[in-house]
């Protein structure tokens, strides 16, 4: 596992942290030269009827994606000029129809990597057993009351940030995690909590010094829609993903198969065909990731999701 680009972490938390930072390294990944980082996240699959549970997270060099920022404005004032916000669920409106295309094409100008895990929702669990939420809360030092599903969830999402931080961040970086406002966020005290999972993590994870390691929610948005149109793309991503392999599975006998390409020939949404056709052109624009989880007899495997055009 060879990259210039990514930090090999010295002390791995979870077995698979291994499996994540050989996929993610084994991409072309850019200089996070800037000297703020934003992390977005988003999240899909939480409906009954999605076998799968997607978390996608956005890592980005902001001071070198102004040419983003340019376009963003500029897609903005054509054709969401009333302030209305790009989401997955959201897309059965005409004029988010009409800047989902030009909105894909001025992301790619964002310097930046995107990472997607898809997990199988017959993994009970990856950090935490049912039994042992109390000890976890009390190992984090959490103060509010957290259900297990939750737990597991946040704990699911930090890791995944902790793992980008230490792998692509530079020294003295100020590092802000910036997620949509759900149920992770539902009050202070939650995200109070949040920070101290993300801390903890990120701090046996993070071999260099970080400059300020903050977060947020969308709510911070002072009416340009900067940081919703950011989270916008993992949103996209996420529930895109969602639909992907719930169908995948449902023709592959239940699960998504591992180093075995099958041809799928069923139909997605149009909001899908197009979302993945752009994740799927590696030509242009940043890394997009995407790293399956699959459940196989009492453990799971780990592995890279692929897809070509037929």
Partial sequence: MKNQNW??????????????????????LPIFSGAIVYIVSDYGGSHEKSKYQTISVLFVDVENSRNWEIQRRQIRQRYLGDGRRLSFKGLNDKKKQKALIPFLKAADSIRGVSVTLIISKA??????????????????????KWKFDSLETAIRVAHLISILIAGLSKENQDVYWISDEDELFANTQKAQDLQKIIGK????????????????????????????????????IAGTMSEIATKLAQTTGGRIPSNLAVPFWGEFSKKTEII????????????????VLEKYGKGFTTFRLKMAEA
């Fill in 201 to 236: 993590l990120s701090g046996i994870s993070v071999n260099h010094k970080l400059g300020d390691l903050g977060m947020g929610t969308t709510v911070i948005d002072e009416g340009d829609r900067f940081e919703e149109d950011l989270t916008a793309i993992p949103d996209l």
């Fill in 7 to 28: 930090k090999p972490i010295q002390t791995p938390i979870f077995p698979w942290t291994r499996s994540f930072e050989k996929i993610i390294a084994s991409y072309e």
């Fill in 276 to 291: 993945s056709s752009w994740m799927w052109n590696n030509s242009q624009g940043f890394p997009k990731i995407v790293i």
């Fill in 123 to 144: 993994i009970d669990n990856l950090y935490i057993l049912k039994k042992d939420v109390e000890v976890a809360c009390e190992s984090f030092g959490l103060e509010s």
